[in-house]
């Protein structure tokens, strides 16, 4: 039986997105190949990577000057690879929880980085407010959805320069004013596709100002001048991106996707917030859409280990959440 996904990443995908990989591991596209096997090269795999890149554009509804490229190592390798390429002198960090932690160790290596506020004093459940962002930033760079604390920047922030966002867990959940960004980056295995693929949307008349030299792996560069084929990019998870991205469009797109998310997140936050053995963890008006934190009240908290495996009996996985939060 299908089982309940409930994990933060890799996560649930569109069952069209499971079944189209399935079929192109056996005959990709009819060529007699698997997708497996086939040579990123091929004729017939750029015509993937090309769509999947109009899609991008066109769900979000980028302006022209604004490059999507496919690349490997996780989020966590854009955390240096960001301030490697757009950090001059100084970048302000907003502290919403662990990914910006690891966001900010990085940039620290490049250049000053201003922590322009952080919410650590109540354990993340809550995204600050009231903080000024220096003008003399080369960026400010922000956590849209932070998976392990279940709260999310879902309104566009002002901010007196760009900014670089880590949207991992919230890419194409909400339409975006992509004008705003220097650079949107994040793991494509939260929202998107398998493992194995990161996105990094890049404002290109940006690129190439860093007063460093950049290895040519870590160089957007290299990547936006050579359409994501500068070295075999991930092929399968690419395919797997380009799946769902065709599901976006036909479900009408990211006003309904943001639409749909609200009502599916009410419904669970309802019925945490109505009953008497639950509580949400994050501040009300904070709370994600995409990962939704609860925990046992107090007076419940033994009948935790029981409620985990009722769940799992139910087909319900990955509701135990991460430690830090429980
Ligand atoms: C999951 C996640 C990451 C880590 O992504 P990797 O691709 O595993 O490096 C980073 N940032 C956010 C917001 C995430 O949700």
């Known amino acids: 039986?299908?089982?309940?996904?409930?994990?933060?990443?890799?996560?649930?995908?569109?069952?069209?997105?499971?079944?189209?990989?399935?079929?192109?591991?056996?005959?990709?596209?009819?060529?007699?190949?698997?997708?497996?096997?086939?040579?990123?090269?091929?004729?017939?795999?750029?015509?993937?990577?090309?769509?999947?890149?109009?899609?991008?554009?066109?769900?979000?509804?980028?302006?022209?000057?604004?490059?999507?490229?496919?690349?490997?190592?996780?989020?966590?390798?854009?955390?240096?690879?960001?301030?490697?390429?757009?950090?001059?002198?100084?970048?302000?960090?907003?502290?919403?929880?662990?990914?910006?932690?690891?966001?900010?160790?990085?940039?620290?290596?490049f250049g000053e980085v201003v922590e322009v506020a952080s919410s650590k004093d109540k354990n993340y459940s809550y995204i600050p407010k009231d903080y000024t962002i220096p003008t003399d930033a080369d960026y400010f760079h922000i956590t849209t959805n932070n998976t392990i604390f279940g709260t999310e920047i879902r309104k566009e922030l002002d901010s007196p320069v760009m900014m670089i966002a880590d949207m991992s867990s919230d890419i194409f959940s909400r339409p975006l004013d992509v004008s705003k960004y220097a650079a949107i980056y994040g793991g494509a295995q939260k929202n998107l596709a398998p493992a194995g693929l990161t996105f990094a949307i890049v404002k290109e008349d940006l690129l190439g100002q860093a007063p460093r030299v950049v290895p040519t792996m870590l160089d957007y560069r290299t990547h936006t001048e050579n359409g994501s084929m500068f070295n075999t990019p991930p092929v399968l998870p690419i395919f797997s991106a380009l799946q769902t991205l065709r599901w976006l469009k036909e479900m009408g797109g990211l006003k309904v996707m943001e639409q749909r998310n609200i009502e599916k997140a009410t419904m669970l936050y309802d019925a945490i917030d109505s009953s008497k053995m639950f509580v949400g963890t994050a501040a009300a008006e904070d709370r994600s859409l995409m990962n939704i934190c609860f925990v046992m009240k107090e007076e419940y908290k033994e009948l935790e280990s029981e409620f985990a495996k009722f769940a799992t009996e139910n087909g319900m996985v990955g509701i135990k959440g991460h430690r830090s939060v429980g």
């Open 1 to 109: 039986m299908k089982q309940h996904n409930f994990n933060a990443g890799p996560s649930i995908l569109p069952q069209v997105t499971i079944e189209e990989t399935a079929k192109a591991v056996i005959n990709f596209n009819n060529t007699g190949l698997s997708i497996l096997e086939i040579s990123h090269r091929a004729k017939y795999f750029q015509p993937v990577v090309d769509e999947a890149e109009a899609l991008f554009k066109e769900l979000l509804e980028s302006p022209d000057g604004y490059k999507t490229i496919f690349l490997g190592g996780g989020a966590s390798l854009q955390f240096c690879m960001m301030p490697y390429n757009f950090l001059k002198t100084k970048a302000a960090y907003l502290n919403t929880g662990t990914w910006a932690n690891k966001a900010m160790k990085e940039a620290k290596n």
